[in-house]
């Protein structure tokens, strides 16, 4: 799993409890009914992430407006994929997981057609386990991307990620492990467009491993996160997808129903509603370029718009 200038047009929403749907597609809290099913966050919440930057300052973006809210927060971050986090909320030892619309969907149902916002969340609505939930998303989007430098692009002719298969046996790609096995991946990547690649190099999520590896030329292609700055600064091109492989990938709040009442519900619909994707690409940089803590990050971010 790919992580954009400070816009500010839509911050004076914040203060209200009960969003209305807007422009992006935000399923608005108004329709997804703010009672709490039976779930309660009077013990607390303990918010889990996955094991790269932008999960982990969505992590302390969630934790920081429950907090505003009244609910005691406790976050665990870096835990790793979502082999070990979907297993962790099941079973009680996190509460709630800032997740990918397209990404979530396909590892559950990796069979799934759905590529519309709005489609992906009745989808995941039928493909959750019990006892799991998503709320309303956000407008912040991430999506997985497939990065060749300038060089490689001129050199081989690629433009999309249909290009890769003229170049069948030739390249190598590096993402992290789970990539080689996902729909969004290596064997999408095969199903949809028949490429094969010479190797496989197993590294991390838009991390230095992958994208030092790109920049040293051992690895062709590197999956990238969309809001990595990075893209940018080192003019790597990004492949097209012509046949929509990859799906959208708005934020949205996994969370267990036991903890799914209406002061959570509330609370992470304000933030959905005011974070953008630009913004998050900041959020980004300053922890992976300037060196700041995720945590620190995004208590600033919450107390300048109005969230905490």
């Not at 790109?214 to 012509?242: E, H, M, S, Y």
Request: hydrophobic residues 40%; proline residues 4%; neutral net charge.
């Amino acid at each position: 799993m790919n992580r954009r200038t400070l816009l500010g047009g839509l911050f004076a929403a914040a203060s209200v409890p009960a969003l209305s749907a807007c422009a992006s597609g935000i399923t608005s809290l108004d329709n997804q009914g703010t009672t709490s099913g039976g779930g309660s966050s009077k013990g607390g919440v303990t918010i889990g992430t996955a094991n790269f930057t932008e999960n982990q300052v969505l992590g302390y973006l969630y934790a920081a407006v429950l907090t505003a809210a009244g609910i005691k927060t406790n976050v665990r971050p870096n835990l790793g994929t979502r082999e070990i986090l979907i297993p962790a909320i099941k079973g009680g030892d996190i509460d709630l997981l800032p997740e990918y619309q397209g990404a979530l969907l396909h590892y559950l149902a990796p069979k799934a057609t759905a590529t519309e916002e709005g489609e992906m969340q009745n989808a995941l609505t039928v493909a959750l386990p019990a006892g799991l939930q998503v709320l309303p998303y956000g407008m912040a989007e991430d999506s997985d991307a497939f990065a060749v430098t300038r060089e490689t692009a001129k050199k081989y002719g690629l433009t999309s990620l249909a290009d890769l298969r003229k170049q069948n046996g030739k390249l190598v790609i590096g993402a992290a492990p789970e990539v080689k096995k996902r729909q969004v991946g290596a064997v999408g990547l095969k199903d949809v467009y028949g490429v094969e690649f010479k190797e496989f190099k197993s590294l991390d999520s838009s991390g230095p491993l992958v994208k030092g590896a790109l920049k040293k030329g051992d690895v062709d292609v590197a999956n990238l996160f969309t809001t990595d700055t990075d893209i940018q600064a080192n003019d790597w091109v990004v492949l097209t997808d012509p046949e929509n492989l990859i799906p959208g990938q708005h934020v949205v709040p996994l969370i267990a129903d036991r903890k799914a009442d209406s002061a959570v519900r509330k609370a992470l619909a304000r933030l959905g509603n005011v974070l953008t994707t630009a913004q998050l690409t900041e959020l980004n940089r300053q922890v992976d370029k300037d060196k700041k803590d995720p945590e620190d990050v995004a208590n600033a971010y919450a107390k300048q718009y109005g969230l905490a």
